[in-house]
């Protein structure tokens, strides 16, 4: 509870280096959101990169039960 987060992975398939916007929410046991958050994320070409989101900041950190990512992020270049 001291320090909530979520770690999510973003593979690039392309040939070259790429930018990527990530983007999640967290929610509460009943499914409402409780807070979002998002990014950019460097990732190799034909790799991948691990990232931490932080949930600090929400103010209802408490309520957390899961996080959801966004399955496909958008290439930035």
């Excluded at 593979?11 to 959101?33: C, E, H, I, Q, W």
Aim: charged share 25%; with cysteine.
């Amino acid at each position: 509870m001291a320090d909530p987060y979520a770690i999510v992975e973003v593979r690039n398939p392309n040939g070259r280096d790429a930018v990527f916007s990530v983007k999640m929410t967290f929610k509460d046991g009943r499914g409402l959101v409780v807070m979002g958050a998002g990014d950019q994320v460097s990732v190799p070409a034909k790799g991948r990169t691990t990232y931490r989101v932080s949930a600090i900041g929400s103010g209802h950190v408490e309520e957390i039960a899961h996080c959801e990512v966004d399955p496909i992020a958008v290439a930035d270049w």
